[in-house]
């Protein structure tokens, strides 16, 4: 009766037509934080990749940083969907008999893939070492803990750990394209929907893939700039004017890869061009033009000329830094959002655009996807305390 | 052989048990475990028509209709109604065919059933019968001029219309239109040949309209009047115009 | 039945069930609707947008047979209205969203041509809604009717985001995906779906695509067709006649 209601205060708001089913929003925010958590875990994973894969030994300080952040989010990664379900409890589905003709019953596939295969394994690998060492060190829960985690391994022999360390990079090789994947799938399962001019799309994996990227690379960075000062160590200055340099690169790609996009578009002037550049200057015009191009790009980008041209000191450097990495977070979420929710604004029959009217309270609602948001990070302090990322001497000398 | 298992390290051939029971826990659920028209496209494909084609039928369809009423489809039959379904007006009927005695169907009496199709819409396809409700004989069923069995447009004989035609039309859609011309005109068959020398007879009385419209002689509905306070100087005829809709 | 005609029936049984792939003789042999073979049926609808006068009794009817909400936010069909004006102007909208619309009386001015349009389950033969579904819950039916098993259905909405035609909505108290199923339950009764059953001028034709003597036959070989949205290659099986190029 309530949605009833909503719906039809909504219906007020329509402008033009729209068709008679497509008052409800069916991807709500929940949809619009699915894709900017993957895109987080993919974007992690490739600068953690860039240490082990291409030897850039300047990062080595956010390596584990950078794994542990995208399994803690690469965990919570699967509870917006889950939520989002009208039958939550048939999702295993999706796992045991899913159709192969789907873009989305590849999730089971490669998101079992990816924790399993790649995000746990290196990990298990880079850390396995180090859990045997802490465990023999701490008593208690702690220890046991850890000594399952490492599955009663005990072999700590100089030939074992080389074996680790090549089993790493092996799975690091493996583990780009499959961060490829994981973002490019996500991309896909817009992109493929032929019925959605927005969406329809071939650049919409690429996008997505490279957007991800430069999401990974700034939340490493914010948490870098954040996690050490509260660990009482100090900031390495090459780490982080190196960070900062690969994803000035990557917001250029992205920029550049978005731009494409839209002069494609423009410029091919398709059936649906006047309904898109309505929503676009309407409906869109706050997320897209303001937060995602302007805030959320082309400020950063500019902060991070002035930057590399002023060759500005530390502690300057170091603001500046976390100034570009917040309006990134923001200008990449606003980018899910303008995808999924600007997707669902325009009438199919390219007459109209309707209205999203975010819940507060719902499991649809801003508070329950603010949780989902936030839980990743409790879940990444846990695993901090549980396998620290850097080792005391690593914290003090920087 | 034990030799090239001994070469593996011990932590690869924990990682690689882990994984293997893992697989092994998930073929168990899913061959064990799941039920089979999870698996099986097929059948899960016939369960899910099964039932579908197990839910309840409302409309019964025209044919059911026939096999009891016979009055009502043989007139329908040549009509302009012919190729509608019973259920178009009278609603979802299967219900009443399980059990003809206790639930009846509904008949809609009223203008505003008719109106879904026959009012004037710009929309409508040209030559659709449609009518402006508010000039159309306002507040009387449809019912009572039109028959929804066998609808036709009340006729005026063709011997006046011919010359009278704008009357006819009109008349056709005022309170008189079932009223036949002849009851307050009385017309010598030579006014067909010689129009304006033989005329017919126009009330003359106020006491002829007063026949119907006079306070304790009026039927049901019909509007009535003290025929000695209103108006009493005139004539009807010269305040209302008993052709035009609202006799006014 | 004597042994001659018991192995006929065997055979029989066997061969069509190895048709639908590897179902068990008892399974088949209990499907559907008693004699009803999916296999020997196509089914398609023809939509004469000539003949609509937008009554808006299909889209009651079909909300009365398919238990639809009642809120004007969930509909397996409906009538668009659309107007274009003198100045080449659009204004399209859904009749009956809510208010009894259909009954209104509307004159507009100013109009260069004006129709409605029914819409429906476009009933693909190349369903995007079936490619996407992640579990395999929304499937094609022999007999050409793209159906959703709701007891299989997880409600992730993506095959709502895959149809062109806006023809599927969340059913908000089973929240699994729902849309027109043709009827099926009254289809394997040998019944018309109800909105064609009702439809009083036979805007809608329903039949069996691939019989030559019939409504839908004739409606076929008369008619220059249409679909909505051929560039999206959906090939559907609900074709229009006279269908006006602003139609999307």
């Given at each position: 009766?309530?949605?009833?209601?909503n719906?039809?205060?909504?219906?007020?708001?329509?402008?033009?037509?729209?068709?008679?089913?497509?008052?409800?929003?069916?991807?709500?925010?929940?949809?619009?934080?699915?894709?900017?958590?993957?895109?987080?875990?993919a974007?992690?994973?490739?600068?953690?990749?860039?240490?082990?894969?291409?030897?850039?030994?300047?990062?080595?300080?956010?390596?584990?940083?950078?794994?542990?952040?995208?399994?803690?989010?690469?965990?919570?990664?699967?509870?917006?969907?889950?939520?989002?379900?009208?039958?939550?409890?048939?999702?295993?589905?999706?796992?045991?008999?899913?159709?192969?003709?789907?873009?989305?019953?590849?999730?089971?596939?490669?998101?079992?893939?990816?924790?399993?295969?790649?995000?746990?394994?290196?990990?298990?690998?880079?850390?396995?070492?180090?859990?045997?060492?802490?465990?023999?060190?701490?008593?208690?829960?702690?220890?046991?803990?850890?000594?399952?985690?490492?599955?009663?391994?005990?072999?700590?022999?100089?030939?074992?750990?080389?074996?680790?360390?090549?089993?790493?990079?092996?799975?690091?090789?493996?583990?780009?394209?499959?961060?490829?994947?994981?973002?490019?799938?996500?991309?896909?399962?817009?992109?493929?929907?032929?019925?959605n001019?927005?969406?329809?799309?071939?650049?919409?994996?690429v996008?997505?893939?490279?957007?991800?990227?430069?999401?990974?690379?700034?939340?490493?960075?914010?948490?870098?700039?954040?996690?050490?000062?509260?660990?009482?160590?100090?900031?390495?200055?090459?780490?982080?004017?190196?960070?900062?340099?690969?994803?000035?690169?990557?917001?250029?790609?992205?920029?550049?890869?978005?731009?494409?996009?839209?002069?494609?578009?423009?410029?091919?002037?398709?059936?649906?061009?006047?309904?898109?550049?309505?929503?676009?200057?309407?409906?869109?015009?706050?997320?897209?033009?303001?937060?995602?191009?302007?805030?959320?790009?082309?400020?950063?980008?500019?902060?991070?000329?002035?930057?590399?041209?002023?060759?500005?000191?530390?502690?300057?450097?170091?603001?500046?830094?976390?100034?570009?990495?917040?309006?990134?977070?923001?200008?990449?979420?606003?980018?899910?959002?303008?995808?999924?929710?600007?997707?669902?604004?325009f009438?199919?029959?390219?007459?109209?655009?309707?209205?999203?009217?975010?819940?507060?309270?719902?499991?649809?609602?801003?508070?329950?996807?603010?949780?989902?948001?936030?839980?990743?990070?409790?879940?990444?302090?846990?695993?901090?305390?549980?396998l620290?990322?850097w080792?005391?001497?690593?914290?003090?000398?920087? | 052989?034990?030799?090239?298992?001994?070469?593996?390290?011990?932590?690869?051939?924990?990682?690689?048990?882990?994984?293997?029971?893992?697989a092994?826990?998930?073929?168990?659920?899913?061959?064990?475990?799941l039920?089979?028209?999870?698996?099986?496209?097929?059948?899960?494909?016939?369960?899910?028509?099964e039932?579908?084609?197990?839910?309840?039928?409302k409309?019964?369809?025209?044919?059911?209709?026939?096999?009891?009423?016979?009055?009502?489809?043989?007139?329908?039959?040549?009509?302009?109604?012919?190729?509608?379904?019973?259920?178009?007006?009278?609603?979802?009927?299967?219900?009443?065919?399980?059990?003809?005695?206790?639930?009846?169907?509904?008949?809609?009496?009223?203008?505003?059933?008719?109106?879904?199709?026959?009012?004037?819409?710009?929309?409508?396809?040209?030559?659709?019968?449609?009518?402006?409700?508010d000039?159309?004989?306002?507040?009387?069923?449809?019912?009572?001029?039109?028959?929804?069995?066998n609808?036709?447009?009340?006729?005026?004989?063709?011997?006046?219309?011919?010359?009278?035609?704008?009357?006819?039309?009109?008349?056709?859609?005022?309170?008189?239109?079932l009223?036949?011309?002849?009851?307050?005109?009385?017309?010598?068959?030579?006014?067909k040949?010689?129009?304006?020398?033989?005329?017919?007879?126009?009330?003359?009385?106020?006491?002829?309209?007063?026949?119907?419209?006079?306070?304790?002689?009026?039927?049901?509905?019909?509007?009535?009047?003290?025929?000695a306070?209103?108006?009493?100087?005139y004539?009807?005829?010269?305040?209302?115009?008993?052709?035009?809709?609202?006799?006014? | 039945?004597?042994?001659?005609?018991?192995?006929?029936?065997?055979?029989?049984?066997?061969?069509?069930?190895?048709?639908?792939?590897?179902?068990s003789?008892?399974?088949?042999?209990?499907?559907?609707?008693?004699?009803?073979?999916?296999?020997?049926?196509?089914?398609?609808?023809?939509?004469?947008?000539?003949?609509?006068?937008?009554?808006?009794?299909?889209?009651?009817?079909?909300?009365?047979?398919?238990?639809?909400?009642?809120?004007?936010f969930?509909?397996?069909?409906?009538?668009?209205?659309?107007?274009?004006?003198?100045?080449?102007?659009?204004?399209?909208?859904?009749?009956?969203?809510?208010?009894?619309?259909?009954?209104?009386?509307?004159?507009?001015?100013?109009?260069?041509?004006?129709?409605?349009?029914?819409?429906?389950?476009n009933?693909?033969?190349?369903?995007?809604?079936?490619?996407?579904?992640?579990?395999?819950?929304?499937?094609?039916?022999?007999?050409?009717?793209?159906?959703?098993?709701?007891?299989?259905?997880?409600?992730?909405?993506?095959?709502?985001?895959?149809?062109?035609?806006?023809?599927?909505?969340?059913?908000?108290?089973?929240?699994?995906?729902?849309?027109?199923?043709?009827?099926?339950?009254?289809?394997?009764?040998?019944?018309?779906?109800?909105?064609?059953?009702?439809?009083?001028?036979?805007?809608?034709?329903?039949?069996?695509?691939?019989?030559?003597?019939?409504?839908?036959?004739?409606?076929?070989?008369?008619?220059?067709?249409h679909?909505?949205?051929?560039?999206?290659n959906?090939?559907?099986?609900?074709?229009?006649?006279?269908?006006?190029?602003?139609?999307?």
């Amino acid at each position: 009766m309530e949605t009833a209601q909503n719906f039809a205060e909504l219906a007020k708001q329509v402008v033009g037509f729209i068709y008679p089913n497509e008052i409800e929003i069916h991807w709500s925010i929940l949809i619009v934080v699915y894709p900017y958590i993957t895109g987080l875990v993919a974007g992690a994973f490739i600068l953690a990749s860039l240490v082990k894969v291409f030897n850039v030994k300047e990062l080595q300080p956010t390596y584990r940083l950078a794994l542990l952040t995208a399994l803690a989010f690469l965990l919570i990664a699967p509870l917006p969907l889950q939520l989002h379900l009208g039958q939550p409890w048939r999702s295993y589905e999706i796992f045991l008999t899913p159709n192969l003709a789907s873009a989305m019953a590849m999730f089971g596939f490669v998101y079992l893939w990816y924790l399993m295969v790649v995000l746990l394994l290196e990990i298990w690998f880079e850390y396995r070492r180090d859990m045997i060492v802490w465990s023999s060190e701490s008593t208690g829960l702690k220890k046991w803990v850890l000594k399952v985690l490492s599955l009663f391994s005990t072999d700590i022999s100089e030939k074992a750990v080389a074996f680790d360390k090549k089993t790493v990079k092996i799975i690091t090789i493996i583990g780009i394209p499959s961060a490829f994947l994981l973002h490019g799938y996500v991309g896909f399962i817009f992109g493929s929907i032929k019925a959605n001019p927005w969406w329809s799309s071939v650049m919409m994996p690429v996008v997505f893939l490279f957007s991800a990227i430069v999401s990974g690379i700034a939340i490493v960075m914010f948490l870098y700039m954040i996690i050490i000062p509260i660990q009482g160590g100090k900031i390495d200055m090459k780490c982080l004017d190196k960070v900062a340099s690969f994803l000035f690169y990557a917001v250029i790609v992205d920029f550049s890869i978005e731009v494409l996009d839209f002069i494609h578009r423009l410029y091919e002037s398709e059936e649906s061009i006047k309904i898109l550049s309505q929503l676009v200057s309407t409906k869109l015009f706050m997320s897209l033009v303001v937060l995602q191009i302007l805030l959320g790009m082309l400020l950063p980008l500019g902060i991070m000329v002035v930057i590399r041209v002023f060759r500005l000191q530390e502690e300057l450097r170091k603001l500046l830094y976390f100034v570009c990495v917040v309006l990134i977070q923001m200008g990449i979420f606003s980018t899910r959002w303008n995808v999924v929710i600007g997707g669902q604004l325009f009438s199919k029959s390219f007459r109209g655009l309707t209205t999203y009217k975010m819940e507060l309270t719902g499991i649809e609602g801003l508070l329950v996807s603010l949780a989902l948001l936030i839980i990743p990070f409790v879940v990444l302090a846990i695993l901090i305390k549980l396998l620290p990322p850097w080792k005391k001497e690593e914290l003090a000398g920087g | 052989m034990k030799d090239f298992f001994k070469k593996i390290p011990e932590q690869a051939v924990r990682i690689i048990v882990l994984f293997a029971v893992l697989a092994l826990v998930l073929l168990v659920v899913r061959q064990f475990i799941l039920p089979l028209e999870l698996k099986d496209p097929a059948l899960q494909k016939n369960s899910a028509m099964e039932r579908e084609a197990a839910k309840e039928v409302k409309y019964a369809g025209a044919q059911s209709c026939g096999q009891c009423h016979e009055k009502e489809p043989e007139m329908k039959k040549s009509g302009y109604h012919r190729d509608l379904s019973c259920e178009s007006c009278h609603g979802a009927a299967q219900k009443h065919v399980d059990n003809p005695t206790d639930v009846k169907p509904t008949s809609p009496k009223k203008r505003d059933y008719c109106s879904y199709c026959h009012n004037y819409n710009s929309s409508r396809p040209t030559g659709f019968p449609q009518i402006n409700p508010d000039t159309h004989n306002p507040r009387k069923p449809c019912i009572t001029c039109h028959n929804p069995h066998n609808p036709k447009p009340p006729k005026t004989p063709r011997s006046c219309a011919a010359c009278h035609a704008e009357i006819e039309r009109t008349k056709a859609t005022s309170y008189h239109a079932l009223i036949e011309c002849t009851v307050c005109h009385s017309t010598p068959e030579k006014h067909k040949t010689s129009p304006r020398t033989v005329t017919p007879t126009k009330p003359d009385k106020r006491e002829f309209c007063g026949k119907c419209h006079a306070k304790g002689s009026g039927g049901k509905g019909m509007p009535t009047v003290d025929m000695a306070t209103h108006g009493e100087k005139y004539v009807c005829w010269q305040c209302h115009y008993p052709h035009m809709l609202g006799g006014i | 039945m004597d042994r001659r005609d018991f192995l006929k029936h065997v055979c029989l049984l066997i061969s069509s069930g190895a048709v639908v792939g590897g179902l068990s003789p008892a399974a088949w042999a209990k499907m559907i609707h008693k004699d009803y073979d999916p296999a020997k049926h196509y089914y398609g609808m023809g939509v004469d947008i000539d003949k609509c006068i937008g009554c808006a009794r299909c889209m009651q009817a079909c909300k009365t047979e398919n238990d639809v909400p009642g809120d004007p936010f969930y509909f397996r069909t409906w009538v668009e209205r659309y107007v274009i004006k003198v100045d080449k102007s659009v204004t399209v909208n859904t009749i009956n969203m809510g208010l009894d619309e259909s009954r209104d009386v509307i004159m507009e001015k100013d109009v260069l041509r004006s129709f409605f349009v029914p819409k429906l389950c476009n009933q693909c033969d190349h369903p995007p809604c079936v490619q996407v579904c992640p579990v395999g819950a929304t499937f094609k039916t022999d007999d050409g009717v793209i159906l959703v098993d709701g007891k299989r259905c997880i409600g992730c909405r993506y095959c709502i985001q895959a149809c062109p035609y806006g023809a599927r909505y969340l059913h908000p108290e089973t929240r699994v995906a729902d849309k027109c199923t043709f009827c099926y339950h009254r289809l394997v009764r040998g019944l018309l779906p109800a909105c064609v059953e009702v439809c009083p001028k036979q805007a809608r034709v329903f039949g069996d695509m691939k019989s030559i003597a019939s409504p839908l036959g004739r409606f076929i070989r008369m008619n220059k067709l249409h679909v909505l949205k051929p560039s999206l290659n959906t090939d559907p099986k609900v074709l229009y006649a006279n269908l006006d190029g602003e139609v999307n």
